[in-house]
């Protein structure tokens, strides 16, 4: 049996007491670098991995903050810009309410119209007047014609008068109790130039309102007190004609000239009459001072109407004074003066028409607003030293 030869088997490798036991594959002891260190959750990358540079270039910075101040200074721009654009379509002045007469000539160019409201000192800007109608879409509806503006407007409100043309209206107040000079101030402030107010008001009017006034007495008390409504191509002649119809439809309707006739005066002593009570009254008195002035001219004695002397004096430019040497003044002179002092209104007119019933021969208005009527002299100093400390002093 000993001589019968076993097949040769290897014996199975052992491994060291204390090394584990791994696959082959996985034996190899890894080498760390020495530069790489392991402190906690620190790890350090290996010296061949990547280099990452977190900072961009300094071309590319540069490049950048270029792009921003560009555009800041392009907003900076824009913003100046739309500034003074909105800055220019401002009014000229707010406080500034006097009107301005402008015409427009047809076929004007939107540049020439723009360069016209500018020389008028109308808008700011004809540049910004032309950047606003083309943003609009209304530059080449600008239409020609008279037009009334006010440097108090804006821009865009004086666009909207050009583009509404010939149909533009506006209203002018005349007051009741103003005169003359006082209207003229109304037109002046309507836009209206002094050389067309003054050829309107010397011409010759035809009218039955007319009716007993002197040829050579101006307007004074003949421009009635009301609002009237007209197209921005009046002239003042237009003006005053619409007035004068006015004036005589009040004197028709309410048959002025025949009621005044039964008081002994014209149409022309009764609208001076009627003045004087307008200066006169506080409101709601008309009727009773009328019959004051009636009396006293029923048995010659003056009016005595202080308004009268101070119309004059204001009106030559000379100091008031109740001495003053003018037929105006109706302290020195009897009967009515030689015309209206005043614009009256329909309550005075209708009191001139109508007076109250009464003996009265004096009134004065207090210092409380009430008028105090006097039979006698003594009833008025009464009166005076009761009721009028302040305004009869009033020179």
């Not at 097949?7 to 082959?24: D, I, W």
């Not at 019933?357 to 039979?375: I, K, N, P």
Request: proline fraction near 6%; include cysteine; charge should be negative.
């Amino acid at each position: 049996m000993d001589d019968i030869k076993r097949p040769h088997r290897p014996r199975p490798a052992t491994t060291p007491v204390g090394e584990s036991q791994r696959p082959a594959a996985q034996a190899e002891t890894l080498s760390v670098p020495q530069d790489v260190t392991v402190q906690g959750a620190q790890h350090q990358a290996p010296l061949d991995a990547p280099q990452i540079d977190e900072k961009p270039p300094r071309k590319r910075r540069i490049i950048l903050k270029l792009l921003i101040v560009l555009i800041g200074l392009i907003l900076l721009t824009i913003g100046i810009g739309l500034f003074w654009y909105l800055q220019q379509l401002r009014p000229v002045d707010p406080d500034q309410q006097d009107r301005t007469v402008v015409t427009i000539a047809s076929g004007s160019a939107p540049s020439v119209i723009a360069q016209q409201l500018e020389d008028e000192g109308l808008i700011r800007s004809s540049t910004a007047f032309g950047l606003y109608t083309r943003f609009t879409g209304v530059q080449n509806e600008l239409q020609a014609g008279t037009y009334r503006l006010s440097p108090s407007e804006s821009t865009p409100e004086i666009v909207k008068h050009l583009t509404n043309g010939n149909v533009d209206t506006f209203e002018i107040t005349f007051l009741p109790g103003a005169t003359l000079d006082d209207h003229k101030d109304v037109l002046r402030s309507a836009g209206y130039e002094d050389d067309a107010i003054d050829a309107a008001l010397q011409l010759d009017y035809d009218s039955p309102l007319f009716a007993g006034k002197p040829a050579d007495a101006d307007l004074e008390g003949y421009i009635y007190g009301e609002t009237y409504r007209v197209s921005a191509g009046s002239t003042v002649t237009d003006i005053l004609e619409v007035v004068f119809t006015e004036f005589e439809s009040v004197v028709e309707q309410n048959q002025l000239q025949e009621a005044f006739a039964e008081q002994g005066l014209s149409l022309y002593e009764g609208i001076t009459l009627a003045s004087i009570i307008q200066r006169e009254a506080i409101g709601g008195d008309e009727p009773q001072i009328a019959q004051v002035f009636y009396s006293r001219l029923s048995i010659g004695m003056e009016l005595g109407s202080d308004v009268t002397y101070q119309y004059i004096a204001d009106k030559t430019g000379v100091a008031r004074d109740v001495n003053l040497d003018s037929p105006y003044n109706t302290r020195r002179y009897g009967g009515l003066p030689p015309g209206p002092i005043a614009s009256p209104g329909v309550d005075a007119l209708l009191a001139t028409a109508n007076p109250a019933e009464g003996d009265y021969l004096y009134f004065l208005s207090g210092d409380d607003d009430v008028t105090y009527f006097a039979r006698t002299l003594e009833e008025h100093e009464t009166n005076i030293r009761e009721h009028c400390q302040q305004k009869c002093q009033i020179i």
